[in-house]
């Protein structure tokens, strides 16, 4: 019986605290942000696939 109260107890307070990382306001980016991870994930231009000649 006591370790199924523990049990909870921990599921609880667990809950509890990771529940307090979730902010709605620091979700969102500044523009600034925006901006740094479109440059990061943009890979430039398509490569000229008419002189690729396979395997």
């Not at 019986?1 to 909870?8: D, E, H, P, Y």
Request: overall charge negative; aromatic content about 2%; glycine content about 8%.
């Amino acid at each position: 019986m006591k370790r199924i109260i523990n049990a909870a107890v921990i599921a609880t307070i667990s809950t509890l605290l990771l529940s307090g990382c979730g902010d709605s306001d620091s979700q969102q980016k500044t523009e600034s942000q925006a901006e740094h991870s479109k440059k990061i994930l943009d890979m430039g231009d398509e490569p000229d696939r008419s002189k690729d000649k396979g395997f």
